[in-house]
């Protein structure tokens, strides 16, 4: 009677011990799977809020060069409209771990490459952006009014290919 008592609690512990193993096991999946939504989350947030970013600074580029036009000389007001091709890429950083592995006297170089975070204030975590590739400016059109003649088209289209690095062909100015 003892042994059957001590075999089923031996069994009992081998129980609880193979549902703990379970446990850590499915924790670890689930962890690792909700650490990957939560940087696919902050990914696209990231890019969300850059994607505003460089509208606004599209935007901005737009009223700036208005208004530098409208203050030539001959020229009462203007418009400005920016056209881009391509669209912003965003680069994170990584980080690397590298490890030599020995298995059956052979040495591996092992690298491991993952995406670099930082955590804010709430403990949020963060991609941490290594660099922003800006959208390259296709084309520019200016409508003007005032008194305008070739010279003064010319010295338009200049200004705005010296401030949005673009070719002159590629800047066309109206009469508004």
Known sequence: MMKEFLKKKENVIYIIILAVVLLISVGQIFSDDSIKKESEKNIKQETAFLEEKEEQRKDLLEQKL?????????????????????????????????????EEN?????????????????????????????KEVEGVIVCAKGNIDAGLKSEIIKAVAT???VATNKVKIFNK
Do not use: C, F, M
Not at 66 to 89: C, R, W
């Open 163 to 165: 401030v949005t690095n």
């Open 106 to 134: 052979v040495t591996q170089n092992v690298k491991e490459k993952n995406i670099a975070y930082e955590e804010d204030e709430k403990g949020r975590k963060k991609v941490i952006v290594e660099s922003s590739l800006e």
């Open 66 to 102: 208005a208004k530098i036009i409208s203050n030539i000389q001959g020229i009462e007001e203007a418009d400005v409209l920016v056209t881009y091709k391509g669209s912003e890429k965003i680069v994170p950083a990584y980080e690397t771990k590298e490890e030599n592995k020995i």
